[in-house]
């Protein structure tokens, strides 16, 4: 199956720091990737979705200026947490699918675990 | 909106079968997806649907009914290591990326 590289696992950061999480598909070019966040048992809740190339589609309540999504090339895509704040602490997860037909799923990355001092 | 359902916790002891029920309303259908996830680990593909019917992998089987909005996951022949949290998934269609609609999680535990 394809897979989904996400780094870091895990980051501690001082409040107002900026923090950037890579996603990488390493054996396919993924035309979409997903940055869904979640926290402790509750939902996977999406967060925007980019597209190779194009400015990246926000979902509703998600600031866009301070989470700052790059999907550069077809094989890389960059969450940038700016101005960290403690209730930014979450666990931040990467998706990728390389198309749009029905039954393409979506292959995640590890996760990244941020916790903001 | 979107509307996904799933219970929040089930219990079921080792060899028994638990059955997790999902509903969902979506401004679109695209497929349901079916995920397993262990604590702090990224969700790993268990199953797909997108005809109405049952789909069967090992111990693992997913029913779905389009015009009741509802799935199930069937696990069999539980095991310890199945204790996770489920996630049931729908891609919608607004447009042509087809994103990924989240329920809650079902966290099912399994007892000796």
Not at chain 1, 46 to 51: G, I
Not at chain 2, 4 to 22: L, S, W, Y
Not at chain 2, 63 to 83: A, T
Request: proline fraction near 3%.
């Amino acid at each position: 199956g394809a897979v989904v590289s996400q780094h870091p696992s895990w980051v501690i950061c001082k409040s107002g720091t900026s923090v950037k999480i890579e996603c990488r598909s390493l054996d396919f070019q993924a035309t979409t990737m997903f940055w869904y966040r979640q926290f402790p048992k509750q939902s996977l809740m999406l967060m925007a979705t980019s597209n190779e190339g194009s400015k990246a589609t926000y979902e509703q309540g998600v600031e866009k200026d301070k989470f700052l999504i790059n999907h550069a090339s077809l094989t890389l895509s960059t969450l940038t947490v700016t101005s960290a704040h403690p209730e930014d602490s979450s666990f931040y997860i990467c998706s990728a699918t390389t198309g749009a037909r029905h039954n393409e799923k979506l292959f995640f990355g590890s996760g990244t675990q941020l916790s903001v001092l | 909106g979107q509307n996904i359902d799933q219970p929040t916790e089930m219990t079921a002891t080792e060899g028994a079968i638990v059955q997790i029920n999902c509903t969902y309303q979506t401004s679109g259908f695209n497929g349901l997806f079916w995920y397993q996830q262990h604590a702090g680990e990224a969700p790993t593909f268990l199953s797909y649907n997108v005809l109405d019917g049952l789909e069967e992998k090992g111990r693992f089987s997913s029913f779905l009914s389009r015009s009741k909005g509802y799935s199930y996951l069937l696990l069999k022949e539980l095991q310890m290591k199945d204790s996770a949290s489920y996630l049931c998934a729908v891609r919608d269609r607004e447009d042509s990326w087809g994103k990924f609609q989240f329920g809650a999680g079902t966290q099912v535990v399994v007892t000796p």
